[in-house]
């Protein structure tokens, strides 16, 4: 429990434990004025930018509400309820004529306001009261259920609701269901007409107008013959079960961005768009990626060694290229023509046959007619 009152003050936010809901049941109970928005007690900054979030006010002596000071006041799942002896559960009393441009906002979202009951004169007739053009009541997806307006009240054909305002009054998505009221469930005595959308009723019919009494020209409240409104809402959206108040930590990830992407494949398997730079120059054969290559003939004629008798090369099996030519015949050097000299008196009698002379002779004679066969 919280003890009243409590004092408002600008920039202030009390909520019922870290999430601010109403099962948290934080409560306000009893106490005269349990949330002072006045200068009575010397606190005489503007109640600017103030928020109640899930608390429950319950059994005012006087008033749940009190407001008297420029600001704006808002009200987030709390609760009303209970309340059989109050003045007036919320008031807003705000009047500063040298300063008509400023005004007391009172905002109730997401509450409820259940089981409360009118006390008898001198208490208000409604259980929120804005008294006055600077003033402002705003109530939206809220809920008004077993409130008893006419008990012990001996005018209620002319004084019974269960919201009275005499300044800007904005009603969203609100539900009325089981109230006794004698008029109607809300009155307005402003020249502005009301801003009214999506609120249903059930069992809440008021004896003038089933939702809204609008009081905009003195002739109709001398007359008593207000411009009605009736509930516009098929159903109840207050009791519409609202989104869980805090998101998963992580939503689930649309099936799509799990399933790998068409054009990216995965990094380990070779991207097949990764041809050979370069084309082969010629379709694939069945020989040798090179031919062998017929070397040309020596630019110059093997030496002949006078030791032994020339080896005949043999003839290529490829015919060489007539390109390969050289310039000119090769020439035997006459370093290279063996000379005959007369054997040292070690190897005998030094003669020479003339048989083996002329062996030598035809064996250079075929030597150089080989090489230029060779070289044709």
């Not at 909520?15 to 601010?20: A, F, L, N, S, V």
């Not at 005004?103 to 208000?124: Q, V, W």
């Not at 006794?180 to 402003?190: F, I, T």
């Amino acid at each position: 429990f919280l003890m009243p009152p409590i004092r408002v003050r600008p920039n202030v936010h009390i909520k019922c434990g870290d999430d601010g809901v109403s099962s948290g049941n934080c409560q306000v109970f009893g106490g005269s004025v349990q949330v002072d928005a006045t200068d009575l007690m010397g606190e005489t900054m503007a109640a600017r930018n103030v928020t109640f979030e899930g608390l429950t006010f319950a059994d005012t002596k006087k008033y749940s509400i009190w407001g008297t000071k420029e600001g704006n006041i808002t009200f987030i799942d709390c609760a009303f309820k209970k309340n059989r002896f109050a003045e007036a559960p919320v008031l807003a009393d705000y009047y500063k004529p040298e300063e008509q441009s400023s005004m007391l906002e009172m905002t109730f979202i997401d509450c409820i306001f259940d089981d409360n009951r009118y006390f008898g004169k001198p208490a208000y007739p409604a259980i929120i009261t804005s008294n006055g053009i600077q003033n402002k009541i705003v109530v939206a997806n809220s809920f008004f259920t077993n409130n008893d307006m006419i008990f012990n009240n001996t005018d209620s054909d002319k004084i019974s609701f269960l919201i009275e305002s005499s300044g800007p009054l904005e009603l969203y998505d609100n539900c009325f269901q089981d109230n006794l009221v004698g008029v109607a469930n809300v009155a307005s005595y402003s020249e502005n007409s009301p801003i009214s959308l999506n609120n249903y009723g059930e069992n809440t019919n008021g004896n003038k107008c089933l939702f809204l009494a609008s009081f905009e020209q003195q002739r109709q409240y001398e007359n008593f013959s207000p411009r009605c409104f009736i509930f516009d809402s098929d159903f109840c959206t207050a009791l519409v079960t609202p989104a869980p108040s805090t998101a998963p930590s992580a939503a689930p990830t649309p099936i799509g961005s799990l399933s790998p992407t068409v054009s990216a494949a995965p990094s380990i398997t070779p991207t097949v768009s990764a041809v050979p730079s370069t084309e082969p120059t010629a379709a694939p054969s069945t020989t040798p990626t090179s031919t062998p290559s017929i070397s040309p003939a020596p630019s110059s004629a093997p030496s002949i060694s006078p030791s032994s008798n020339p080896t005949v090369t043999p003839v290529p099996t490829a015919s060489p290229s007539v390109s390969t030519s050289p310039s000119h015949a090769p020439t035997v050097p006459a370093t290279e023509v063996p000379t005959i000299a007369p054997p040292s008196d070690d190897e005998g009698d030094g003669e020479i046959s003339a048989c083996s002379m002329m062996t030598n002779m035809n064996a250079m004679l075929l030597t150089v007619v080989v090489m230029t066969l060779m070289n044709m």
